[in-house]
């Protein structure tokens, strides 16, 4: 005995999915600029572009003094325990010395271009190892002092050429590159020697 076999009959959600209701439920095709189904594209008017740093609540480019990094100095010598916040307002990166014996704030001379910073205070010399992009590559300097009041700038080899992040013991660590993340050691005249760089 054979059963015959009915006709599937498309359900009307099915329909609907694939749009043939699409009359009945009066939707149509529209264009994104008039939403009248007859406008071209050429109708849009061209986009309007600034340059200007944004000011409202939801800016990352901030118009005002914002705290962007905080390193605790120990104490070492006549060296005063203190902090050295960095300090970012628009596109511009600065530094300053906290202390809690003091409430005014000493600067850090670092170049206002700078985005990236390291400090090392393990010696008796505090550093403030900085990087900016330069000609197509990146430019690295490190400035020294003992009170934290008068600094010491030098600049570090062109063999440096990936933006400090980290430093600490007479060594400094780039950031991360593809898999590389170089690792050199650092003089108190600036002198640098590279090392094995680690791999990711």
Avoid: K
Wanted: aromatic share 4%.
């Amino acid at each position: 005995m054979t059963a015959l076999r009915t006709p599937l009959r498309s359900s009307r959600r099915s329909l609907m999915l694939s749009g043939a209701l699409l009359g009945t439920l009066e939707l149509a095709g529209c264009d994104p600029a008039t939403l009248s189904g007859h406008g071209e594209p050429e109708d849009l008017p061209p986009p309007t572009l600034s340059m200007e740093q944004l000011l409202n609540r939801t800016s990352t480019i901030p118009n005002h003094d914002v705290v962007s990094s905080l390193a605790p100095i120990a104490p070492l010598g006549g060296r005063p325990f203190a902090a050295l916040a960095g300090v970012r307002r628009g596109y511009e990166e600065g530094m300053q010395v906290v202390r809690p014996d003091n409430f005014e704030e000493g600067p850090v001379p670092i170049d206002p271009l700078t985005i990236a910073t390291a400090v090392d205070d393990s010696a008796m010399r505090a550093r403030v190892l900085t990087s900016r992009p330069s000609d197509g590559g990146w430019c690295s300097t490190m400035l020294t002092s003992q009170d934290l009041v008068t600094w010491d700038e030098t600049a570090l080899a062109e063999e440096v050429d990936l933006p400090v992040e980290i430093a600490g013991h007479g060594m400094f660590a780039s950031s991360q590159d593809g898999s590389r993340i170089g690792l050199w050691e650092l003089a108190d005249d600036g002198a640098v020697s590279p090392l094995a760089p680690l791999h990711a």
